[in-house]
């Protein structure tokens, strides 16, 4: 019988074979295509020292096709938890170097382990992606993985935030975990997504195409936006992750955490004064504007290069986080769109979702027109905005900077899709179309049999003008709580998200509704 020193040598060394992972020669190959491996992910992701790994010695079972003489480190993934900035975590990395981090029954059931303890413990949930696949030689088990950790992704959906890291690459089904979770992350020439690739692509439709036009993220970040972030290195991915997570609570049943700063505190903006210019059709950057309006300047960016017609961002107001869903004059003149629609209804849920306030910022003259739009179904992604802004009940603050028309003023979170507080600057126009298109409508006969159409129509223009393109008519209907200088925004929305902070709002009981998808 072994001493128990003998034991505690064995177990040692058993667990330096395992850190190996795939062996140096793979180690090293991995690491030339300028990639981390799956443990220096955790990590880099994990405080110093906290991270504690789950199942190291579990392998696989299978004995098709000479698998029997197969090992696989860990059956190529590293599960466990840790701390993120002093808060608990749960996370697995997939282990390329480890038979392509091929996904099998005992893969499967690893990380399954680790996202049935995250929902217990009301942790969030990070999965760094980095596998060739389905074990093909495990045959229906390696489906059958997938599809329970698809179910766990259903069942965490609004508990728990999830969060995907693409590392490498993704492919077919595994494709479909990252796209059930809340944000995605991918990093630039290394990490691509498809459900087929470019050579099952050409043979079936003749196109020819690269991984990196296909499914690189570049593509996935301005295109199809499947990728929430496009980060230029692994390093970038992980440190944006943690930042990511920093406005998040653990968990659906908390609030986000308060983090007070130098910047948290009341002050007037003088330069808000002047950021509207004088001519309504002249473009802004919103972004400039939001900067001035949170704490430090600081905010963070899902979604950056998708749809830049409408912002959605994570920042703070008095140390609050806040989600900001905002129009972006300097694009598309701020039009919704279908691709905006989107980004903006998944947003809003999530935050909804996580108890995350919402501010709105409007400065938008419609839906945008086109054949393009309509036979696209703008009339059901639209619907998904004003959905989504009906279903949310976290405290919902609106700030109407200049155009708000149309049924674009309701998408953007108006009074009547029960926003809390709605300010407006005397820059707001709030009406049902702009001036010159109500007049030619309003006043066609007046115009065309007048002497002088052009001068006649000025003048209907610059009357629709004074009688509806402002903020006072929507303010004597109680549609905007306060009309307001700029320079007093932040400290009349700090207070508003104070006030609402304790909210409470009760919808009627049923299952779940059915967004128009």
């Known amino acids: 019988m072994k001493k128990v020193s003998e034991k505690i040598l064995d177990l040692k060394q058993r667990k330096h074979l395992i850190m190996q992972m795939g062996g140096k020669k793979a180690v090293e190959a991995h690491k030339a295509k300028g990639k981390l491996t799956a443990r220096e992910r955790l990590d880099l992701f994990f405080d110093r020292n906290t991270f504690r790994e789950v199942d190291m010695f579990a392998t696989h079972r299978c004995t098709n096709y000479g698998m029997e003489e197969v090992e696989i480190a860990s059956d190529g993934v590293v599960c466990g938890y840790g701390l993120v900035d002093g808060r608990p975590v749960y996370a697995y990395a997939q282990d390329f170097t480890s ?18 303890m995250a929902m217990k413990s009301g942790v969030p949930i990070v999965g760094m992606n980095d596998s060739g696949g389905a ?14 950790i698809f179910f766990r992704n259903s069942a965490a959906s609004g508990v728990i935030p999830q969060i995907s890291a693409i590392m490498g690459p993704s492919a077919g089904g595994a494709v479909y975990s990252p796209a059930m979770t809340d944000f995605i992350f991918m990093v630039k ?61 653990a968990n659906n049943m908390e609030d986000p955490p308060i983090v007070k700063g130098d910047d948290s505190g009341r002050r007037y903006v003088p330069e808000l004064d002047t950021i509207i210019p004088d001519s309504p059709s002249a473009p802004y950057d919103m972004i400039t504007l939001i900067r001035h309006l949170v704490d430090d300047g600081t905010l963070f960016e899902p979604h950056k290069t998708f749809a830049p017609n409408i912002i959605t961002c994570f920042a703070r107001l008095g140390g609050r986080s806040i989600g ?51 036979w696209g179904g703008i009339i059901r992604h639209g619907a998904k ?11 919902k603050l609106l700030l109407i900077t200049r155009k708000d028309y149309g049924g674009a003023y309701i998408a953007m979170s108006s009074k009547h899709l029960g926003t809390d507080f709605a300010f407006a600057w005397p820059s707001a126009e709030i009406a049902v179309m702009g001036a010159e298109g109500a007049a030619n409508i ?37 549609y905007v ?5 700029p320079s007093e925004s932040r400290v009349r929305l700090m207070e508003a998200l104070e006030i609402s902070s304790t909210k409470r709002e009760m919808r009627p009981a049923k299952k779940h509704g059915n967004i128009p998808l």
């Open 135 to 148: 074990r093909i030689q495990e045959g229906i088990d390696a489906l059958a993985g997938f599809g329970e």
């Open 189 to 249: 020439k290394t990490s691509h997504m498809f459900i087929t690739g470019p050579e099952v692509i050409k043979s079936v439709t003749g196109e020819t195409v690269d991984f990196e036009t296909l499914g690189g993220a570049e593509t996935h970040s301005t295109k199809s936006g499947v990728c929430h972030f496009a980060c230029e290195d692994e390093a970038e991915a992980i440190s944006d992750i943690r930042i990511l997570l920093s406005y998040l609570p």
């Open 324 to 374: 900001i869903v905002a129009s972006q004059p300097s694009v598309l003149a701020g039009c919704l769109d279908i691709n905006a629609s989107d980004k903006a209804a998944r947003f809003i849920r999530f935050c909804d979702a996580f108890n995350i306030p919402i501010l709105t910022i409007a400065d938008v003259p419609g839906f945008l027109p086109g054949t393009q739009q309509e």
């Open 442 to 478: 309003i006043h066609r006969r007046e115009i065309k049999d007048a002497l002088d159409p052009d001068e006649k129509r000025q003048e209907k223009v610059e009357e629709y003008k004074e009688l509806f393109s402002n903020p006072y008519v929507a303010a004597q209907r109680g």
């Open 99 to 116: 038979r392509a981090g091929s996904l099998g029954e005992v893969q499967a059931r690893k990380i399954c382990k680790v996202m049935d």
């Open 385 to 395: 905005m004003l959905w989504s802004y009906a279903e949310a009940t976290v405290p």
């Open 481 to 485: 709580d306060s009309v307001i200088v």
